[in-house]
């Protein structure tokens, strides 16, 4: 019995070509180029954007603040001279400290929720967390409403 000889011999495929659509196919390393090309210009804006969003409150949420006003309900109940004790020092890491200086800066950690406008705020030492609406957040002014006080407590910050 006698073996009969194939002249084919294995070739190496590196592009598809066919009459009539050969403009859709590309060689096979210019796929993957045009491919992770196509990916970075996708995903670039996206990323760019989420960030820059994300960051807005927080950016400007940054500052010494100092306490000028705390009211209840339209009842005033700390004067100027009292509220002006009590600082406020956010920090861009997420860390901060809050109280007044002759009797000590309290360690502290807050978050900001952008869609809800809400400040977690989480005290270091006794592990409390504490919600404040963000009512008004300008340049100069922070205005927080105290969601854990069911009368409503309203504190006004300047900038320090």
């Avoid at 002249?7 to 009459?19: A, G, N, Q």
């Avoid at 960051?55 to 010494?64: A, E, F, G, T, W």
């Avoid at 919600?131 to 854990?148: G, H, N």
Wanted: aromatic share 10%; net charge positive.
């Amino acid at each position: 019995m006698s073996r009969r000889r194939s002249s084919y011999s294995p070739v190496k495929i590196t592009s598809l070509h066919l009459p009539n659509a050969g403009w859709l196919f590309f060689p096979v390393n210019k796929m993957r180029q045009i491919h992770w090309i196509i990916c970075f210009f996708l995903l670039l804006p996206s990323t760019d954007f989420a960030q820059s969003t994300a960051s807005v409150l927080s950016d400007r949420i940054c500052k010494n603040w100092k306490m000028i006003r705390l009211e209840e309900v339209k009842k005033s109940l700390a004067t100027d001279q009292a509220a002006g004790e009590f600082v406020m020092v956010l920090h861009p890491d997420h860390t901060m400290v809050q109280g007044m200086y002759p009797d000590g800066l309290i360690p502290s950690t807050w978050e900001i929720d952008e869609q809800q406008r809400m400040l977690s705020i989480k005290d270091k030492q006794t592990g409390l967390v504490y919600q404040m609406k963000i009512i008004k957040l300008t340049a100069a002014e922070l205005v927080l409403q105290d969601q854990s006080a069911a009368s409503g407590l309203t504190i006004y910050y300047s900038t320090k």
